[in-house]
């Protein structure tokens, strides 16, 4: 590992800092913050040890992050003091810089090690996109409230938060709505329909022809106009978006699993017909296993198209719950904290999601090149 001489920027910065303004005329320095001065100057000591810490465990890492750590407790404390939230000043500013050179130093270090221990190697690589994550998060707070932008604008991570632990039963009734009851019956539904369909093109070639056009033609749909011609026959209820969700996902599951089948060599298929295997077994033994990889990335793919297409269809109409009708009415109240709480509650759902058919995947195909150590 190279010596993370950038760690001596970030202490410059830190020292700036202690000579700058922070913020309005409430808080003008450190004078009146003893313990942010201390918390300071101590992170100012471990960005100047960090390029000299023993490198033979990356210690410089560890000093480093810890720098960083002191750096965002004392900048998030400090908007607190109502001299720097909405007018914070140029030392202010030098606090959060190093903490984000800081931080970029210690998530980059992090990227190049390397790890012999599986178990180390793993925590790592979990750590980084966490890490990184979070900074944004930070400087998404830092930002908002050392400006003072409006809430009606843009509110704090910190406010949406509150108001997603403040409205967990509301939150729990659109999840159910949207969630259990439209994305994944449709998901089910629109998967299932282009998986047995796709056997079916693969077997009677003809079939596959004619419908990979249609296919492309419906991929190209706009969410927008298929949701309320579905709204309009379906009803406002769940059903419509099953119906929206169902469509927006067969083609896709579709399209890869013709593809999957198709993907077997024809030594393979030779040797199949070499030992008279019928086209069930060939199937089952040959096309499917090849297909297993192509028919998962359809899944993965359907996983975020599935929740779009549902919340997008309760634009159209909807009973009162559901997350697209909660975005809906919240931006008309202006209350955008909501709507973030919403928003943040379905990428949860959606990431979530992701992850369970992604372990299905390496569980199933694990014995897939991309997967082998």
Known sequence: MRRPFGFLGAAVLVLAALRLPLGGEAATGFASHPVLLAATLAALALFALAPFAPLRHSLGLP?????????????????????????????????????WLAAALVVTGMAALKLRNETLRRANDLAIPLLFGGFLFYL?????????????????PSATAVRFAASLPTLGEDFVQTFVRGVLIGYAIGCGAGFVVAIVAHRFTFLGRGLLPIGNFVSALPIVGIAPIMVMWFGFDWPSKV???AIITFFPMLVNTLAGLAAAGPIERDLMRSYGASPAQTLVKLNLPAAM?????????????????????????????????????????????????????AA?????FYGIVA???RATTFWHPSYRT
């Open 348 to 352: 949860i759902a959606g990431m979530a």
């Open 140 to 156: 998404w707070e830092v930002t908002v409230r050392g400006f003072g932008v409006p809430s009606v604008l843009v509110p704090s």
């Open 293 to 345: 990889p192509f028919i998962f990335n359809a899944l993965k793919i359907n996983s975020t198209l599935a929740l779009i297409g549902a919340i997008v269809a309760e634009f159209f109409g909807t009973p009162t719950r559901g997350i697209g009708f909660r975005i809906s009415i919240e931006v008309a109240r202006m209350s955008l904290d909501m709507v973030w709480a919403e928003i943040a509650l």
């Open 359 to 361: 372990l299905a995947e």
């Open 63 to 99: 000093v480093g992050f810890a720098g960083v750590i002191l750096t965002c407790a004392v900048t998030l404390r400090l908007l607190v003091d109502p001299g720097v939230a909405g007018t914070a000043g140029t030392g202010f500013w030098a606090l959060v810089l190093a903490g």
């Open 243 to 245: 119906a929206v969700v």
